[in-house]
């Protein structure tokens, strides 16, 4: 499989599940020209030209974190629970951080006037109190075993500073815990963020 990325982007959190799981991958950066790394269009793969992109062994195309994330979960079998409500949890939480907390980050990556960021704030700090309610005392945001949810949460978290909220204190344990696993690790090493 090619995953399609930009350094310390969303993607990462696909990046991550890849090497967790330990499913055969290949990255394929995009520049800001939308050209990728083995010279194709990316427009011509994802028409809605932003990252991340799963080109899979039989050329289809996914987009969006939340499917890809699933996708790389049910083909290894690993990091999301079979069934039982860790399982939903996981889900939820994974639409949850898409929904509430990624699109909230818009203001800050493309210098929205200040009002803007202020609500954006408020909805994050919101959101994060709620996430840090959701894993209270445990290892990881639904269980003390990782899922998906984690892979996305340890993005989430890493890109909180631009917006200038303050994590609460389990969640930010968590990124700290996080960031010593083996496949963050080699994520963050392989796109250059070490």
């Not at 050209?35 to 932003?50: C, P, V």
């Not at 994330?69 to 994974?94: C, M, Q, T, V």
């Not at 996430?131 to 996305?152: P, R």
Request: with cysteine; charged share 25%.
């Amino acid at each position: 499989m090619n995953l399609f990325y930009y350094p310390a982007a969303c993607s990462l959190a696909d990046h991550i599940a890849l090497i967790e799981t330990g499913l055969s991958y290949k990255l394929l950066s995009i520049d800001h020209d939308r050209k990728t790394e083995d010279g194709r269009d990316f427009l011509s793969i994802n028409q809605k030209g932003y990252i991340p992109t799963l080109e899979l062994e039989d050329g289809v195309f996914l987009t969006e974190n939340p499917v890809i994330l699933n996708y790389i979960a049910e083909k290894s079998g690993k990091l999301l629970p079979k069934d039982g409500i860790a399982r939903w949890r996981a889900l939820e939480s994974l639409a949850f951080m898409a929904s509430e907390i990624h699109g909230s980050y818009q203001p800050f990556f493309r210098d929205f006037p200040e009002p803007e960021k202020v609500r954006a704030r408020e909805k994050l700090a919101k959101a994060f109190a709620i996430l840090a309610n959701q894993m209270g005392n445990k290892k990881f945001l639904v269980s003390d075993k990782m899922t998906i949810a984690d892979c996305y949460l340890f993005w989430v978290l890493m890109v909180a500073p631009k917006s200038g909220v303050e994590l609460p204190e389990n969640l930010s344990k968590a990124f700290d815990r996080m960031r010593m696993l083996p496949s963050v690790i080699q994520a963050l090493a392989e796109e250059g963020l070490n």
